[in-house]
């Protein structure tokens, strides 16, 4: 990456015919960089000034690639911005190449450690909590009323449960429950039952007469029905409100808590105990992003991703249609050509999805992240995919689908920030880093999530609620290395519970959000 201190822009590729602001405020009129270029308009921060004359119809090239044309001539040392970039053609998903590069094999990371929860099944969780899930969005009202209960009146006698969440959704009626797209609502709702931060003992309260019924939700875990009697089994984990035992809401919230405080019992018997970075599974997500996620805080996150591998951890990154332009550079990485070949199918899906839609690839970059400076989506995808690193591709998991192997994974989910969460959540992340430019207070109970600013400004900013300036990369105060070691020791400190991030401490949560491609009925 070259870097022009003097005047504060940065040019990341010897090729790149445009470079962007680094000065707070930005730079006025008249400015001359050290290239001699001289700013023929003020130039906001993080946006693109032309290094050279571009002619109408010429390439516009950051990143060392094609990001658009000229919609106009652009003068040396104009504004580059969405207003005079045309939006390319995307890669075909033809005669791409195939697991070509030839990756040397990484240096283990060995001895790094962090204090987890152990289950059962083998997973670690880095937080340890009871989930209330639903069958239907129907009774959503009563587990955020039951919840509140719990935390009252149960929870402060089980002091080694950091918290009690309801996994509401707005799924399991009135929907095409049979539709081929319907598994992918489903097996989210599953495997998030399965997530290691629960510790197998999720709940599940239905109403009774849904279309998706509570069982389908634990049918890899046993079934135990509750009931109203004094003979109440001791495991049960489902309840229905339209059992005809239950005499009131009164009785209905009486029989949940005697089945959330069984359930607490047995997670309060859970012990944070020492277990290898191996066990981390870690899930990677940008948002409200601007024109420096791609050279500050996602290079540090790749750079973190890698750490992660090497130390023989899980990493997964998503969002296909941050991925989709720049899918070239990807399936060159894949460990073989199969995991290759998944990566081009999931492309394929998502733009036969997009046109059944009527949507086209312009409806990405959001309006904020033009005022940060990406022009259009291949900017933003050639900025979004250096958070997977450098490390090969070992595998490729569908929407709602569960993690399968450790290494580098593609979990292919829409962009939108509560849709990829609930799927990484789904695929069995136990915590996400989430990079930020323009700021959000983004949180998921179920999960920490360390978020990660991309510029100096907004962490100033925004002071209680980022966890980590990636920003003074921009201003040459630290390394891509630098910022990339301490989110790495970042992540083992929350992992552990050392320490809370700034979502857990304030209690910013945010809804689950189903991926439901299927038909309403």
């Not at 797209?181 to 309260?205: C, D, H, Q, W, Y």
């Not at 009931?227 to 009486?254: H, K, Y």
């Amino acid at each position: 990456m070259e870097k022009k201190p003097d005047n504060k822009v940065i040019k990341v590729h010897d090729r790149d015919n445009v470079a962007i602001i680094v000065q707070r405020g930005g730079l006025p009129a008249g400015t001359r960089l050290t290239n001699d270029t001289i700013l023929k308009v003020a130039i906001p921060q993080g946006h693109k000034v032309a290094l050279a004359e571009i002619d109408k119809g010429g390439v516009i090239v950051r990143y060392g690639e094609v990001i658009g044309t000229a919609t106009c001539d652009i003068p040396r040392g104009g504004h580059v911005n969405e207003t005079n970039v045309q939006l390319p053609r995307a890669p075909g998903l033809h005669d791409m190449p195939l697991a070509t590069r030839s990756m040397p094999e990484a240096e283990p990371l060995e001895g790094y450690t962090f204090e987890g929860f152990r289950n059962p099944d083998g997973s670690v969780g880095t937080k340890n909590v009871l989930g209330i899930t639903t069958s239907v969005q129907c009774v959503a009202g009563t587990t955020d009323y039951v919840v509140r209960r719990i935390k009252d009146e149960l929870l402060p006698s089980y002091p080694n449960v950091d918290d009690v969440v309801a996994l509401n959704h707005t799924y399991g009626c009135g929907v095409a429950i049979n539709a081929p797209a319907a598994i992918v609502p489903i097996r989210t709702l599953k495997n998030i039952s399965l997530n290691p931060n629960f510790g197998g003992e999720v709940m599940v309260i239905g109403l009774g007469c849904e279309k998706l019924q509570p069982s389908t939700l634990l049918s890899d875990q046993p079934v135990k029905i509750y009931e109203n009697t004094e003979a109440a089994d001791p495991d049960a984990n489902i309840l229905s409100l339209q059992d005809e035992s239950f005499s009131g809401f009164e009785d209905m919230v009486n029989g949940i808590m005697a089945m959330a405080e069984r359930h607490l019992e047995k997670l309060d018997r859970r012990r944070r105990e020492i277990c290898p970075a191996s066990e981390l599974v870690v899930g990677m997500q940008c948002g409200g992003s601007d024109a420096f996620s791609g050279v500050t805080a996602n290079p540090a996150v790749g750079f973190a991703t890698d750490l992660i591998v090497r130390a023989g951890g899980s990493v997964m990154f998503s969002e296909v249609t941050e991925v989709r332009d720049a899918i070239h550079l990807l399936t060159p990485r894949a460990v073989d050509e199969e995991v290759g070949q998944a990566l081009l199918d999931q492309m394929a899906w998502y733009d036969d999805y997009l046109e059944q839609g009527q949507a086209d690839r312009s409806a990405n970059p959001s309006p904020g992240n033009k005022r940060g400076g990406l022009s259009n989506v291949v900017e933003k995808a050639l900025g979004s995919i250096i958070k997977s690193g450098n490390s090969p591709i070992v595998d490729v998991i569908g929407p709602g689908e569960r993690i399968r192997k450790r290494g580098l994974t593609f979990a292919a989910t829409p962009a939108s920030d509560f849709i990829c969460g609930t799927l990484q959540l789904a695929a069995g992340m136990n915590l996400q880093v989430f990079t930020t430019g323009r700021g959000t207070p983004y949180g998921l109970s179920m999960v920490p999530v360390i978020k990660v600013a991309t510029n100096t400004a907004l962490s100033q900013r925004w002071h209680d609620i980022i966890d980590l300036d990636a920003g003074r990369i921009a201003t040459g105060d630290a390394s891509i290395e630098d910022i990339g070691w301490e989110l790495f020791h970042l992540i083992l400190d929350v992992a552990s519970g050392r320490k809370l991030a700034a979502a857990d401490r304030l209690g910013l949560h945010n809804d689950l959000v189903l991926f439901n491609p299927a038909p309403v009925t």
